[in-house]
């Protein structure tokens, strides 16, 4: 596969079944090199600016499996970004490998600052693609354990483990973007009307069969590239927004509440209407240092059950919890 060139961030490449290994080094001789000997294992995109590759962690959209980075590409605090790398929500999941003089101490240096390998130049070609190959493995091993792990195995959306897991990392992240415009966090707590009713009309396996339609739909329409729809627990589903307005959780609300709408799932049990409807509760909130998660399920809990006692089929206003902060202060 060719050898892209990245001119810039706002490029999107296709998506592809290979996976994406991005090159971070100056010398176009290296990267040349790198792109014939690991072509035929991945999509090789270079990097020749170390600005483009900061942009990397602010577009989800644009994820690599394995980045190769070479030492001196940054030239100050190299430590520091391994930290900011591993750590991102957007980019934690890249491993990272360090490229550089063959030199002990700088191999040693690499493994302590988190990088899964280290490759020493000159770079022999039949050595890195073995052990590119054996790091490509081991992330597919990885990834399919994690998802027996992390999937609500009736849905095949997020389970609660992993929507706790997520929802700690953006909100850690949205704490340390102090002053970004765009570091809130929508939270939708979204539960399925009399969906007891519905099982006892129909039977457990079509209550299944509801919930699978439902996940799927709620899935499809939350679909930004960091967007999360996990189930909650039983008919409760749970969608994180990270990077959003505080308008913009009514906006994705009404589409989900539309989604479900058009699935048209009989229920003739329920006393709420003829199909399968949703409530669903909204809170938002720019995360202050220190401030607790708790504060932001809760507000969401609290605004769904204000949906369901207004007669369900509906969702709340949206919460803002700076608004709750400045009642409590007064």
């Known amino acids: 596969m060719a050898l892209y060139r990245f001119p810039d961030v706002a490029l999107l490449m296709p998506a ?28 090789v995109i270079s990097v020749v600016r170390r600005g483009q590759l900061a942009a990397w962690l602010d577009h989800p959209a644009l994820a690599a499996d394995v980045l190769l980075l070479e030492r001196d590409f940054i030239r100050q605090d190299l430590d520091g970004f391994c930290r900011r790398w591993q750590q991102n929500p957007a980019s934690r999941g890249c491993d990272l490998v360090l490229m550089g003089e ?53 849905t095949q959306v ?12 953006e909100w850690r992240r949205a704490q340390r973007q102090q002053g970004d415009s765009l570091r809130g966090i929508g939270l939708i707590m979204a539960d399925l009307d009399h969906f007891k009713l519905y099982n006892d009309h129909y039977g457990h396996p079509a209550g299944d069969e509801c919930l699978r339609r439902v996940a799927a739909a709620l899935k499809h329409t939350a679909r930004r590239p960091r967007d999360l729809v996990a189930r909650y627990g039983g008919e409760e589903f749970a969608v994180v927004l990270p990077s959003i307005a505080v308008a913009g959780v009514e906006v994705v609300a009404q589409r989900l509440q539309q989604a479900v709408a058009a699935l048209e799932i009989a229920h003739p049990a329920s006393p709420t209407h003829s199909r399968l409807t949703l409530s669903m509760g909204l809170a938002w909130c720019e995360p ?33 919890l700076a608004v709750v902060r400045s009642l409590l202060s007064d």
């Open 102 to 154: 063959a030199d002990d101490d700088a191999e040693i240096q690499a493994l302590a600052m988190g990088a899964q390998d280290y490759l020493r130049k000159p770079l022999n070609p039949l050595l890195l693609q073995a052990r590119i190959k054996r790091l490509l493995a081991v992330r597919q091993q990885l990834q399919q354990l994690r998802a027996q792990t992390t999937t609500d195995g009736l």
């Open 288 to 320: 202050a240092p220190g401030e607790a998660l708790g504060l932001l399920l809760e507000a969401a809990d609290e605004a769904l059950y204000s949906a369901k006692a207004a007669g369900r089929n509906r969702y709340s206003a949206t919460v803002d």
């Open 158 to 169: 997020a389970n609660r483990r992993y929507l706790d897991e997520f929802l700690a990392a």
């Open 16 to 43: 592809l079944s290979l996976p994406r290994i991005l090159i971070a080094d100056e010398n176009l001789a290296v990267q040349a090199q790198l792109a014939e000997t690991l072509a035929s294992d991945a999509e």
